[in-house]
């Protein structure tokens, strides 16, 4: 028979397999490298879900993004906030979220976007948080040609389909349109991240402008 202490260090061992298991799990669906890495999705999150091109089908934010996103997380773990959305609206679900894109995404003509400051992660068990910079080139159904650049935080989570998104904030400086060459010079070279699951190449320039004192000048070819 065995005694009540070997019962209680049977289930303490258990319980340690039980976790170690789960952890191996969590790294195996959710690794810290790789095309599946956080780090790694969100340079596809935005270089092939976000973009656009001439004749593409309306937007669909399901469709197109879905598999980023946490479609099933509850409001009290989900928020999304982007300051390009004109009502400034703070929504609890991604599926809401998407919803407010549907049709000023589909009156783009295009949307262009290079990475300015690669993804940066800080993960904590199941869940990571990361920080990555991008400018974006839209033209819009008229022609108009409009730029911005925005600093992009995500929090993701780790499912058993791998790592998700259950909070993302947006904020955006506009570039004037002298900072956008629509048509102009196409620069190769000041980033070239082939890390990205998706093989693209494209370049556009951005102009010199100015952030206070300080003149620079952006090109970009992913």
């Keep these: 028979m065995f005694t009540k202490k070997t019962l209680n260090t049977v289930a303490l061992a258990m319980l340690l397999y039980s976790g170690l298991q789960a952890q191996a799990s969590a790294q195996s669906e959710c690794p810290d490298v790789g095309p599946r890495s956080a780090a790694a999705l969100t340079r596809e999150w935005i270089l092939v879900g976000w973009e656009k091109h001439p004749g593409d089908p309306p937007f669909d934010f399901e469709a197109k993004l879905g598999r980023f996103y946490d479609l099933e997380a509850t409001p009290a773990e989900a928020s999304f906030y982007d300051d390009f959305d004109p009502q400034h609206r703070l929504l609890a679900s991604a599926r809401s979220y998407g919803d407010i894109w549907q049709v000023p995404f589909t009156s783009l003509r295009s949307a262009e976007h290079a990475i300015s400051m690669a993804p940066k992660v800080l993960r904590d068990g199941s869940l990571a948080a990361v920080t990555m910079q991008f400018v974006a080139r839209l033209i819009t159904g008229d022609g108009e040609v409009?730029?911005?650049?925005?600093?992009?935080?995500?929090?993701?989570?780790?499912?058993?389909?791998?790592?998700?998104?259950?909070?993302?904030?947006?904020?955006?400086?506009?570039?004037?349109?002298?900072?956008?060459?629509?048509?102009?010079?196409?620069?190769?070279?000041?980033?070239?991240?082939?890390?990205?699951?998706?093989?693209?190449?494209?370049?556009?320039?951005?102009?010199?402008?100015?952030?206070?004192?300080?003149?620079?000048?952006?090109?970009?070819?992913?």
């Design 146 to 222: 409009i730029g911005i650049r925005t600093l992009s935080s995500l929090t993701w989570r780790c499912s058993e389909k791998g790592w998700k998104i259950v909070r993302e904030h947006n904020s955006s400086q506009r570039l004037s349109r002298d900072a956008i060459n629509p048509t102009g010079k196409r620069f190769e070279g000041a980033m070239n991240d082939r890390r990205s699951c998706a093989v693209k190449r494209y370049s556009f320039l951005m102009l010199p402008f100015r952030t206070t004192s300080v003149q620079r000048v952006i090109s970009f070819s992913i």
